[in-house]
């Protein structure tokens, strides 16, 4: 007897193959205890035992960690990115043979007023009390940071166990980043008969001039490209980055009219450089543009403009790149260059190419206006007031567009064909971010250890009591959207905006006015139906409805990073690799920033946090396998 197929509520899609989190089970409150919590205490117990287990090899694993317990573990157990789930597969890792990537030892960081053994809440609400503890990480390659979050197991004597443990790789031996005491000095002293001044010098490498050859190329000049490049010269690897564009920030700078960041300036900040302190909340895409630039220039990241890869060949058994770049120089002329980089990083966004839906019928004979795509879009016509558009789509650029639309006058039409997931950017910053990434928040580097080090699935559980806490604040407004037609959602299995953009990439608005319009009617909404063709000046759906239509404006997402690299590299490279973006079996995120299944080939994208943080990982991957310190094949 066939099984009946399950439908999966809109909610829970995501990108093909990606994992559907299985949400953590919290820890349940223990009996209040007697005496005092003594944070400092809690946190030295724990570490001498944890530490104890590291030397002796002898894993009494349920001693230190609860029974439902989450390591997650960025490349200091193994050269990949793990969650560990569970006492059994912990103890596995613990006691692995040496020779691995692996910890030896953990200390406790007080170094600051945040990094101190402190009482944190466990859950959303805080009725679960804990014990949260920074880190210094010790492995047998490098040094790393962890955290720790410990709670009292009602099971056995309310002793503190780990709950959640976090490490992550942040240098290597021997070859650690330029920075600080490290950094240059800027001068040699003395009489060098003929040497070349420091700018003589920058436009030797920026030139790629000889005996400058690449180690590592990059494709894209956004902050995914820019933000590795740094990290990459930080570790002494050569890099060149490469972009199409004119100028770099231009990923920015050309995109639609009204375009501002959606993300709050604490949440963005770059490395090495962070935004002044009378930077705008939300920055707009033509500042963030010329940051951009800056960033490249202070940093001094070798950046060709007006580049493209024309012919690439990748040799298996000296696992380096041949690359053949058309390079239009500054007086027009147009260079051939050969390059040879052991490594190639895809940064062209965490999504790929502009999916057009060439499926749907008659867009040839629409005579209208403009029939784009958004990333095509640049702004409505002025004095166009009461020509009507059609915007097909319901995420952050449907609405972007469709308000700029409204404020020209136009008469506007958001189609939606499935769900989104709405919150209001003030109820995201209060619910989600304060405390954390906020004016009165912590350093950007501790911001991160206390976001990062939250396994996915104990993450998604945590958000679904933030997501509905957003909801209740922005009650009003979501449901007047809902009386105007507009189905929302909660995200996959109602644990919010986060977890959506991670499993799915889009999906999701971050209100910054564009709702109200719809609520009060001013945007209208068509909802449900697929598009059956496009007509002369209108649309037909598959209900028979139509829809007149000056402008067209098609927000219909983007297609995943691997065709991109089908695009740029071909077939063969293109169905090696791996699926990008969604989640693995274990909750990390598939492919981006780690091994894609290609030697010399990455893909790196997200948003500026997650390049933020992520930089330095893929940077370490590349200057281990440069040093010899880890193979292609290690685990």
Known sequence: MATAAVEVPPSNHGVPGSHLLVQARLPAPAPKATESIDPQSVATAWVDRFNDVLREQHVPVDKLFVKESYWRDLLCSSWDFHTYQGLSKISSVLQRQKGQCRVSSVGIDASSDVRKPRICPIDFHGAVEGVQVFLNVQTDIGRGRGLVKLVRDATDGNSWKAFTLFTTLEELTGHEESTGTRRPTGVNHGAHPGR??????????????????????????????????????????????????????????????QLVLHDSVWYDHMPYMKFPPNWPVFTPKDKLAEWFETYAKALELNV??????????????????????????DDGRKEARVVHPRHVIQATGHTGEPYFPTHIKGLDDFKGDRLVHSAQFNGPEPNSKGKKVVIVGSCNSAHDIAQDYYEYGYDVTMVQRSSTLVVSCESLIDVEMKG????????????????????????????VDANRETNKRDAALLKGLTAAGFALDSGPDCSGLFMKYLHRGGGYYIDVGASQLIADKKIKIKQGQEIERVNAHSITFTDGSELEADDIVLATGYQN??????KIFGSELADRVKDVWGFDEEGETRTMWRRTGHPGFWFFGGNLALCRFFSRLLALQIKGLEVGLMKYEDD
């Open 196 to 257: 070349l001044n420091w700018q003589q010098r920058r436009d030797a490498e920026a030139n790629c001039e000889s005996p400058f050859d690449p180690t590592v190329l990059i494709i894209g000049a956004g902050q995914g490209g820019l933000t590795v490049a740094a990290r990459l010269k930080q570790l002494g690897i050569q890099t060149l980055i490469i972009d199409r564009n004119e100028r770099i920030g231009d990923n920015w700078r050309n995109r639609y009219h």
């Open 436 to 463: 954390v990434y906020s004016e009165d928040g912590p350093p950007v580097e501790d911001a991160d250890m206390l976001n990062m080090s939250t396994p996915n699935p104990v993450a998604a559980r945590l958000k």
């Open 304 to 329: 060709w403009t007006k580049t493209t890869l024309t012919g690439s060949n990748w040799d298996e058994s000296k696992r380096q790149w041949t690359l053949n770049l058309e390079r239009e120089t």
């Open 561 to 566: 990073m691997r065709e991109t690299a089908r």
